[in-house]
């Protein structure tokens, strides 16, 4: 099953988008995380299959929330892409048909990389990506500045958006994460790129990357992810809340609630 996690503006704390994060309702075990089945998924090419009923379900839940709220702005769904489902012939058709059959603009449709992924066959995922964005797609590149190479991906891959690793946030960082983490907003803004910092868990986190100029983040400080009716609830009352009588930014809920 899918969970949603929002993506905020850092500066008011306004939804902007969310990201779609596999879970798996074990009968025995309960809610299973992606890093103990993923794995499995990957090495025995189930990932591909999973992968597509992934794009569609996010495709579908992202269009029922442009129509819930149809007053309110224009939400983008966040879905990761495996490596496996990159180098898979059918991947460009697998987002034209999500796209298609939900009535998704393809603009509200973001598909995250990581470095990684690209390292082993770079010619063929630049195809691909070229590809995927010629259909009106963002691209994300996910976990960026952990890789040695981030740079020279951002300017051979088309790229529109760059997460921030959450290992730039821990509490107490050392001068060196400080340093990288305000040189990935310096770098996207210079590229025009988005900047979205994951893993934001407290204030002083939040301050730190609001100083930096960071637009967007998200993390367990603003929600939890969570299934598809608490995600319309969360939506609903953002925005029926969004500002206070005397033009204040509303305190954001944290952990969905």
């Known amino acids: 099953e899918l969970h949603y996690q929002p993506i905020v503006r850092l500066a008011d704390a306004r939804v902007a988008g969310m990201e779609a994060l596999l879970r798996w309702q074990h009968p025995e075990r309960g809610l299973v995380v992606p890093g103990d089945f993923i794995p499995f998924t990957e090495e025995t090419g189930l990932i591909v299959p999973i992968g597509r009923w992934v794009l569609r379900e996010a495709c579908r839940q992202a269009a029922v929330v442009q129509r819930m709220l149809p007053d309110g702005p224009e939400l983008y769904m966040c879905v990761n892409l495996s490596v496996k489902q990159l180098q898979h012939s059918d991947v460009v058709a697998d987002v034209q048909d999500a796209l298609s059959e939900s009535g998704l603009p393809p603009n509200l449709l973001t598909l995250e990389i990581t470095e990684s992924m690209l390292i082993d066959d770079p010619e063929i995922a630049v ?35 760059i997460k921030m690793d959450r290992s730039f946030l821990r509490p107490q960082p050392s001068r060196e994460a400080l340093d990288l983490s305000s040189a990935v907003v310096a770098l996207g803004s210079s590229l025009a790129l988005d900047v979205v910092a994951e893993g934001i868990e407290l204030d002083e986190q939040l301050r730190r990357l609001r100083d930096l100029g960071c637009e967007f983040g998200q993390g367990f400080h603003f929600a939890r992810p969570m299934g598809s009716g608490d995600l319309g609830d969360y939506l609903e009352g953002m925005l029926q809340e969004a500002v206070m009588p005397s033009g204040e930014p509303r305190p954001v809920p944290r952990d969905g609630a």
């Open 127 to 161: 195809v691909k990506l070229n590809e995927l964005r010629a259909l009106g797609v963002r691209i994300a590149m996910d976990d960026f500045g952990t890789g040695y190479s981030s740079l020279s991906y951002l300017s051979r891959f088309p790229v529109d958006i």
